[in-house]
């Protein structure tokens, strides 16, 4: 016999005999092949596809062995060369074109009507699920609030806003809300200060960056000592006060708007600064600040959400 043939046989057995003895061990008890085939119809149906791989893919290469060994090369030679090496102007092999145009049909058809596309999909299922949430979510929220007074609802909202603060916020601006990790290093921005004078006077000395507004950045050092207090006092006062308001003119009113409403979305609103809405409307933006990369929330808290962990942001603003 053939030393190739003999050890295809060689091959053939020592893998089937590999792949009967990991079946018997997965099956445990001790279990001999019989009784593993016996008891399991997957089983069976595992050795066998076992068994027609091996032979296919001996045989396969036997064949081609074989084909190497004795074949000689025949045929019209091309015109090129390339380094003196020519190529045979042979036909492509009709079962191999034949399968290489089913492949792509498979491939589109595949990738169009088969799994990816129209098939289950462990993501699209999640988004669903969360979708409907949202939905039963909404729908119990409102009926919770309608039953509630001002004050209780400033509660809950205040309480859930927490609850999505620890989860969302704290890993960055801290347990406290204070920004600092727990070797006491700045890393986020102190939202104690959010809403205060503090906070004013910082953003003032500063700058501000990151938000996203068409009016760009805004510089450290717009404003100054007794110049900024002015302006700190003018935007906390609602824009009500007399005080700062020429300080607000000369160093903020390009930007922000003559009313600090800031010129129809232009820059930020500032008579809402203090408010749930302006942390709203950074929990949508995001902020890529001095200090790091706030992500965007807009998709990833609903507006309840959002509405809740902004109260909770301005109580902290106001001490409570």
């Not at 927490?162 to 347990?175: D, M, T």
């Not at 890393?187 to 960056?209: C, P, Q, Y």
């Amino acid at each position: 016999m053939n030393k190739l043939y003999l050890w295809g046989i060689i091959i053939t057995v020592l893998m089937l005999a590999a792949t009967a003895y990991t079946l018997m061990l997965t099956a445990g008890e001790s279990k001999s092949l019989s009784e593993v085939l016996s008891s399991d119809a997957i089983n069976t149906l595992a050795i066998l596809g076992a068994v027609a791989l091996v032979i296919i893919t001996v045989f396969v290469v036997i064949k081609y062995v074989r084909q190497m060994q004795t074949d000689q090369a025949t045929g019209e030679l091309a015109d090129e060369s390339w380094d003196n090496i020519g190529e045979y102007k042979n036909p492509v092999p009709f079962g191999w074109a034949i399968m290489f145009i089913g492949t792509m049909i498979w491939g589109m058809w595949y990738w169009t009507i088969g799994y990816p596309v129209n098939a289950f999909s462990q993501i699209g299922q999640y988004n669903e699920e969360v979708a409907e949430l949202n939905k039963k979510f909404d729908a119990d929220f409102e009926k919770k609030m309608a039953a509630m007074n001002d004050e209780e609802k400033h509660e809950y909202l205040h309480d859930m806003g927490e609850s999505l603060f620890i989860a969302e916020c704290q890993v960055c601006h801290g347990a406290n809300a204070d920004g600092k990790d727990t070797n006491d290093q700045t890393v986020a921005a102190n939202l104690n200060e959010w809403g205060k004078r503090d906070g004013i006077l910082n953003t003032i000395a500063h700058g501000s960056k990151g938000l996203g507004y068409p009016m760009g950045e805004m510089p450290a050092g717009m404003a100054s000592g007794q110049d900024a207090e002015d302006i700190a006092t003018y935007v906390l006062s609602g824009f009500t006060s007399k005080t700062g308001a020429d300080a607000f003119a000369n160093s903020c009113s390009a930007c922000h708007g003559a009313d600090g409403k800031g010129m129809d979305g232009m820059a930020p609103n500032l008579t809402n600064y203090g408010k749930p809405a302006f942390a709203i409307d950074v929990l949508n933006r995001g902020k890529k600040g001095f200090i790091g990369h706030m992500p965007s929330f807009k998709n990833r808290l609903n507006d309840r959400q959002k509405e809740a962990v902004a109260t909770y942001v301005s109580d902290l603003g106001k001490g409570e």
